[in-house]
Nanobody
Framework: QLRLVESGGGLVQPGGSLRLSCSASGSIFSINTMGWYRQAPGKQRELVAVIVRSGFATYGDSVKGRFTISRDNAKNTVYLQMNSLKPDDTSVYYC????????WGQGTQVTVSS
């Protein structure tokens, strides 16, 4: 079983920045895909960014140029640097390993508001 622990959410003003972290522990053999999804009230969960073990990353259209995903394979940790935050970025952010049929964190709230 894999356990994902997220941290770094909170309240930030528009234009501000936050950094999310997610560490994996438990039955780890070799994690390939790590990423972040988000879900706002009344909306479907959407891709924010994913990164494979080699470092290749894919971003959702709404965050391209503002968010950067990275990972530390030795620590089984994935990060999400979020800059130029907008009110529309307000959501619960979920860490994910190995795709939508894989493992999920408990979620961390990000609120962008003045």
């Amino acid at each position: 079983q894999l356990r994902l622990v997220e941290s770094g959410g909170g309240l930030v003003q528009p234009g501000g920045s936050l950094r999310l972290s997610c560490s994996a522990s438990g039955s780890i053999f070799s994690i390939n895909t790590m990423g972040w999804y988000r879900q706002a009230p009344g909306k479907q969960r959407e891709l924010v960014a994913v990164i494979v073990r080699s470092g290749f990353a894919t971003y959702g259209d709404s965050v391209k140029g503002r968010f950067t995903i990275s990972r530390d394979n030795a620590k089984n940790t994935v990060y999400l640097q979020m800059n130029s935050l907008k009110p529309d970025d307000t959501s619960v952010y979920y860490c994910n390993v190995d795709g939508t049929t894989g493992f999920w964190g408990q979620g961390t709230q990000v609120t962008v508001s003045s």
